[in-house]
């Protein structure tokens, strides 16, 4: 890294030194070097040991100067929006922080750990949730430069739903225009490159891996041209740390949406507001064109905002407030009637007994958050044993280190009795099974969370919105403890071929089935909820009634309903097949097929039919299921508290809830019960049960058989004491 | 006769409960707990345990008082048995409560387990010591004088 600093001052080039107004000229290119260049800088000159810590429990006020992109101080009358990393990376660990657990989603090589929930990519009109992680470990998923979606994309679709992650840093970098491009040769491009080593080397390779098409791995997709306009998602660190109210997420989305992804932590500061949208600006536009720059949205500052030495007061806190957890980590329940409301739900027990989410998923300036899962390897080789459920309640297992970090007890959590609880549950089940989820009921409920929904986000929501997903199921997990799952199937256009479906690019299959499918917002409510015309309704239900919807008899509405899911079919037939004729002409695919709820549909062999066809691909057409453990419920709301039958018997929801294969095609699966999906043996759950249902009598059989046999051994005793008597007479 | 009969019914349905037992429960002196279809049976055996061992030990009693009536290794035997049939059902029993914390449940079923094995020398020094005394008094009944 040193190199890189003395790289920067061997061969200074004009365009990183360029005064204020030339900046407000330059092209977003331009600033996108200069960031990663600054960067590396600031990482070559500050070094760990060198950075100023305050070592002090006690908040520090941070009454900081603002740095945009291209390291400048923002005065009062700057129109660039600020640089969190360029500002909080003056001080903090840039570099060690981008590897953290919220940043690195988007980077190939990061560690995995046990699976997490998937960046569902959602597309209504198309009928599209596709789950997709750059996770290389969590191999059921499907990787997005697999599936041709850029991380651009990715960013566009998921960046509001985390706190940033250095996206587009390496693709910035490597976007000039052909101009710049050999103007730059020969002074910046040694320059960037060592940029691109020295400012994050895993997440720049990461992200250039991803985008790199020459590395011939499967998981690549071509470059985006947006991203000298959008600029890039740097980490923000005000999403987490920013004082509870001070930090504005819908502006935050408001922004990523409109591609204004270097102006979003501004605007969610509301440190100004923040005119133009990138989004305006044409894949093909040329940066330098002043038509161009016209389009690059300004910031106006907040002038009050600033001190009079030009500081500004970045009111935030060490620890993040569980608010902030809760922008992307929400989640509410859907039943039959909808979305539950949130009164009749309690918080988990942890935080109405006072603790904050970061109590437990806690980090170092790694920002590596402690998952809080057992048997997990925290990267900084901190023993994370007591942050999990039984490691914290019950400490570290026998034979294990018994020193006082290991303890159970950590934050004064109580230790739990389990009384009566054979320990066979303990090797058998998570703690979650009995703690963590919905409430089980006959049939796992929909859920709705804040990455897969964007919950926060104000809206219409009914709770059958995609991503259709499940909880509580009921599955072993890795380390075979059965557990409370989320679940979803995935749905998405696809080709097959060999046996295998392999889903198209979302974008190419939505311009592709536009036309064909004709759906304005929904494809589920606009081609499966068909709704019969006044003609159809008469010639079903006769002139007089057909007008009367209100009043409609029982027998009546059930005609209706049934007439239109016919409808409804008819429509998906028609339109799906002329969707997978258009896909395969227009994406010059064999046999272009729709994947939903587990069902895969192909063209008929009759105009305006579709085939249900066998294919052998659990990735496309199993469930996807990843652990839940929150909200936690307390003993007395736990499953068994009231006894064994509460499991062990016939309607026990542990076993015999079922669920369903959901999602926006036409047909749904058959409910499947937790136990097979544990693979628990009908037969042997039933013996269990019965045995069950006669432990109370048994418990008196056994008594009695105790009392016999201590009685006897009295006697014995009786017997044996008489003839030591009788000896000693 | 009768008694005979009864005697040797008892110690054979003994001696298959036992065998059982352990076969059931063989796999846990490696660390394996029980279950599925194995605890099953180890449960439905020890059901068998807890109705018949009553009866073993009224049935055998007064063999197991009497100096005449039985030899030093059949009472060793009887009363090894009966002590270790009846801490492996105590402490079983004990478990079935809604009594013990999870940890105190992992000791009785470590006392449990140790108990259970414990049976199996206790049994067959008992069924020997039947066996041996079964013989000589046929032996001495078929010798004349």
């Known amino acids: ?729 | 006769m009768m008694k005979m009969f009864i005697d040797r019914l008892l110690l054979l349905a003994l001696m298959l409960v036992v065998l059982a037992l352990v076969a059931t429960s063989v796999a846990t002196l490696w660390g394996t707990a029980l279950s599925g279809s194995t605890l099953m049976l180890h449960m439905t055996a020890g059901g068998a345990l807890v109705v018949g061992m009553p009866l073993v030990a009224v049935w055998f009693l007064r063999r197991g008082v009497s100096r005449q009536m039985a030899s030093a290794m059949l009472r060793c035997g009887y009363w090894l048995t009966v002590l270790a049939a009846t801490v492996t059902i105590v402490t079983v029993f004990l478990c079935m409560l809604p009594l013990p914390s999870t940890e105190q449940m992992n000791d009785l079923m470590e006392l449990h387990g140790y108990a259970g094995f414990a049976m199996v020398p206790a049994v067959a020094l008992f069924l020997l010591a039947a066996v041996r005394s079964r013989r000589m008094k046929s032996t001495r009944s078929a010798t004349p004088g």
């Open chain 1, 1 to 729: 890294m040193g190199d890189v600093g003395s790289l920067w001052k061997r061969s200074p080039s004009p365009a990183f030194f360029e005064t204020e107004t030339a900046v407000k000229h330059s092209t977003p290119v331009k600033w996108m070097i200069s960031a990663a260049l600054l960067s590396a800088v600031l990482a070559a000159d500050l070094q760990a040991e060198d950075r100023y810590h305050s070592d002090s429990d006690s908040r520090y006020l941070h009454h900081i100067s603002l740095y945009d992109v291209n390291n400048r101080k923002i005065q009062p009358d700057s129109t660039t929006p600020y640089s969190p990393m360029n500002t909080c990376g003056r001080c903090h660990d840039y570099d060690s922080i981008a590897h953290g657990w919220h940043f690195n989603a988007f980077q190939t090589e990061s560690v995995a750990g046990r699976a997490g929930e998937p960046w569902i990519w959602t597309d209504p009109k198309t009928g599209t949730q596709l789950p997709l992680s750059y996770r290389n470990e969590w191999k059921t998923l499907y990787r997005p430069g697999e599936v041709g979606i850029t991380p651009w994309e990715m960013t566009l679709h998921f960046g509001d739903r985390v706190p940033g992650g250095n996206m587009g840093i390496g693709q910035a970098r490597s976007q000039p225009s052909e101009q710049q491009a050999s103007e730059q040769q020969a002074t910046e491009q040694p320059l960037a490159e060592e940029t691109a080593v020295a400012s994050d080397p895993d997440a720049v390779a990461s992200d250039a891996a991803v985008i790199d098409p020459a590395a011939g791995e499967p998981d690549r997709a071509p470059l985006s041209p947006r991203w000298p306009f959008t600029g890039t998602l740097e980490i923000d660190c005000m999403v987490c740390h920013a004082v509870s109210g001070a930090y504005d997420f819908e502006q935050r989305r408001l922004h990523i949406r409109q591609e204004n992804f270097a102006w979003a932590p501004t605007a969610a500061l509301r440190l100004g507001v923040v005119q133009g949208r990138a989004s305006s600006i044409k894949d093909d536009a040329d940066p330098d064109d002043d038509a161009t720059q016209q389009k690059i949205p300004q910031v106006t500052y907040d002038v009050s905002r600033f001190n009079p030495d030009g500081s500004v007061f970045m009111d935030l806190v060490r620890k993040p407030s569980t608010n902030a957890c809760y922008q992307c980590h929400s989640n509410r329940t859907v039943t039959a009637d909808g979305i539950e409301p949130r009164w009749v739900h309690d918080q988990d027990v942890h935080l109405r007994a006072g603790m904050d989410c970061v109590d437990c998923h806690r980090n170092g300036i790694d920002h590596h958050i402690v998952r809080g899962f057992e048997g997990e390897d925290h990267p900084s080789g901190v023993a994370v044993e007591t942050l999990s459920c039984r490691g914290c309640h019950l400490g570290a297992e026998e034979g294990q280190d018994e020193s006082i970090a290991l303890r159970p007890g950590r934050l004064g959590s109580p230790r739990p009795l389990h009384v009566g609880l054979p320990p066979l549950h303990f090797e058998k089940l998570s703690c979650t099974a009995c703690h963590g989820g919905p409430i089980p009921k006959a049939e796992a409920a929909g859920i709705m969370t804040s990455l897969s929904h964007g919950l926060g986000e104000k809206g219409h929501r009914t709770g059958e919105e995609l991503p259709r997903l499940k909880a509580p199921v009921y599955l072993p997990g890795d380390d075979g403890e059965v557990g409370p799952h989320r679940a979803m199937w995935p749905a998405f256009w696809g080709e097959l071929k060999d046996g295998k479906v392999t889903p198209l690019a979302p974008s190419q299959v939505y311009d592709a089935t536009r036309r064909a499918l004709r759906v304005r917002k929904d494809f589920r409510d606009e081609v499966l909820n068909a709704k019969l015309s006044s003609s159809e309704l008469k010639e079903l239900l006769g002139e007089q009634r057909a007008k009367l919807d209100q009043e409609w008899s029982n027998q009546e509405q059930s005609q209706v309903d049934v007439a239109a899911s016919e409808k409804g079919r008819q429509q998906f037939n028609q339109k799906v097949y002329a969707a997978l004729l258009a896909i395969e002409d227009e994406l010059k695919v064999d046999q272009a097929v729709y994947v939903s709820s587990g069902f895969v549909y192909g063209k008929g062999t009759e105009e305006d039919t579709v085939n249900k066809i066998e294919v052998d691909d659990s990735r496309a057409t199993s469930m996807i299921a990843w652990p839940m453990a929150h909200q936690v419920r307390p003993a007395g709301w736990s499953l068994g508290a009231t006894g064994c039958i509460e499991c062990h018997s016939e309607d026990g929801k542990f076993f015999s809830s079922n669920v369903s294969a959901i999602g926006p095609g036409p047909d749904q699966g058959e409910p499947v019960t937790m136990a097979s999906l544990q693979d628990v043996d009908p037969d042997q759950r039933l013996q269990w049960n019965e045995m069950f249902q006669g432990r109370k009598s048994f418990k008196f059989l056994v008594g009695g058989s105790i009392v016999i046999l201590l009685m006897t051994l009295f006697v014995g005793i009786g017997a044996f004491a008489a003839r030591l008597g009788g000896k000693a007479e």
